[in-house]
């Protein structure tokens, strides 16, 4: 799987449910997925790719402000 971030400061793409916090970080299947995602929106210069895995997941926690325990995925499309 793979997230979307900021450049600049990691916070990944997210998706807005109502009643949850924080807001699930939305994954991809594959990188070129992410890539193409990326691509189709022209924002190869504000964003890329990361792969999920134990490291990343505390980094995406942590740049959004929470604990990984109450990190959740959400896989697009959903």
């Given amino acids: 799987m793979f ?5 600049s400061d990691g916070v990944p793409i997210c998706v807005q449910v109502p009643g949850v916090s924080p807001d699930p970080v939305v994954v991809w299947n594959s990188e070129s997925a992410a890539k193409a ?5 022209g924002s190869s210069a504000e964003f890329q790719p990361v792969a999920v895995n134990e490291q990343t997941m505390e980094t995406l926690a942590k740049a959004l402000g929470c604990p990984l325990e109450k990190l959740m995925l959400e896989p697009y499309p959903s």
């Avoid at 995602?37 to 929106?41: A, E, G, M, T």
């Fill in 3 to 7: 997230a979307i971030v900021y450049k």
């Fill in 37 to 41: 995602f990326i691509d189709s929106k």
